[in-house]
């Protein structure tokens, strides 16, 4: 290994439950949305059913992690309250984690409080849209609770972020976002932190496809990558083509994101996603 390359070099483990996982091969995460209004409509599950049908699935198609939302954070989402929010998530993490115990799952809320029933209930990681922006509990809840803590980076809120797109240097911006927000974490004991840079949240197709194409930028902060593409607008928008559609884009775009340098590949389609995994380490052993 050259020095260059040790300097930069990026933390490779997440303690889950006291397990030190390896991200030497990048994970995939599979998204489970407990929500009426995914903006893609083969991602909702909503049935006890569903929601157990899905999970087994994308844990046998080799899904590391299991990302549970009850909160639809696509543009100009519905703003349900925490009450709503919690109840669909309980509901599906006793489904689960009755069914797989062993299953890691991560809980996908900006709320501290919901993230906290997660937890207790079984999740053992916390994935942040706002990057600990939209609840000033976050950063001493994730603190308290001991665990991984995915950070993404996003302006506003679900509502209004498609306005907040104005950037003077978008890459510059992101990293010193996340730069002051780790140091913060470091202070109260955060060891394991994943960033996100947030493609399509607060960002033009444009914008997203800058961070996508300059993703190793980020490798200075030493930390893991998660990139979360999976059928996202700057795909079927660009194609000229529906979500549902999506899926060979999404794959094309996961490739990309693995070359320059993502850890964590956050997908509604766990098989293609593994397989694009196996293909980047017959290129890159």
Do not use: W
């Amino acid at each position: 290994m050259k020095a260059k390359d040790k300097i930069f070099q990026v933390k490779k483990t997440l303690n889950l439950r006291g397990n030190l996982v390896s991200l030497d091969t990048p994970a995939v995460m599979g998204i489970l949305n407990i929500t009426p209004d995914s903006f893609y409509s083969l991602g909702r599950q909503n049935t006890e059913k569903e929601i157990l049908s899905t999970a087994e699935g994308m844990l046998a198609e080799g899904a590391l992690i299991l990302d549970i939302g009850g909160y639809s954070s696509r543009p100009n989402a519905e703003d349900i309250n925490t009450e709503i929010e919690t109840d669909r998530i309980s509901k599906a993490l006793a489904l689960i984690v009755k069914e797989f115990p062993e299953a890691y799952i991560s809980i996908d809320t900006f709320r501290s409080s919901v993230a906290k029933v997660a937890i207790d209930q079984g999740a053992c990681i916390i994935n942040d849209i706002s990057g600990g922006t939209l609840d000033t509990n976050m950063f001493e809840t994730v603190a308290k609770l001991n665990v991984p803590y995915i950070m993404m980076h996003m302006r506003g809120t679900p509502q209004n972020m498609s306005q907040q797109t104005d950037y003077k240097n978008l890459l510059k911006e992101v990293i010193l976002f996340f730069s002051e927000r780790v140091e913060k974490l470091r202070i109260l004991g955060v060891n394991d932190i994943i960033l996100d840079p947030g493609f399509g949240f607060a960002k033009t197709a444009k914008q997203s496809y800058e961070i996508l194409q300059n993703l190793d930028y980020f490798k200075g902060l030493r930390l893991p990558l998660l990139a979360g593409l999976s059928r996202k607008s700057m795909i079927y928008k660009t194609l000229g083509i529906s979500a549902e559609e999506a899926l060979n884009g999404t794959t094309a775009l996961n490739m990309a994101a693995l070359i320059n340098g993502a850890s964590i590949l956050r997908v509604h389609d766990v098989k293609a996603a593994v397989e694009t995994v196996k293909l980047y380490k017959a290129i890159h052993p």
